[in-house]
């Protein structure tokens, strides 16, 4: 096969069991001669605006979108930003009614509305 008027490259077929280096030095096929490809960035890059539009919106089951709410919340995690997601959507994650985000990020909510009602305990003393 022929990509970007490379030579052809001949491949061989490996038995069961073999195992087969798929990236090799981090390069495209079309990338220009000389530049990596961006292997490292993930998804920091998304912006905090963005993640939050995913996590605070908790209606629907649909598979897909509930993947995409624990990886977010799972990201605001690693970053240590839970504290940005608003309230009510925390009490979702918190109550888990229909057990779709699991145990350890039900623990995570339970532990930031914790924090939540601590402080807001003591802001009234």
Known sequence: MA???E???ETKRTGPG??????????SAGAEPGKDRDLAGGMEMLELDFLLSVVEHTKGDDKNDVTMRKLVFNELLRRE???????SAMKVYTIDES?????DIQCEAMKK???RTLRKGKDSS
């Open 3 to 5: 990509w970007n008027d």
């Open 7 to 9: 030579k052809k490259v």
């Open 18 to 27: 073999k195992i087969v280096e798929v990236r090799g030095s981090g390069k």
């Open 81 to 87: 930003q839970l504290d940005t997601i608003d309230s």
């Open 99 to 103: 057990n779709l985000y699991g145990k």
């Open 113 to 115: 509305m914790t924090e």
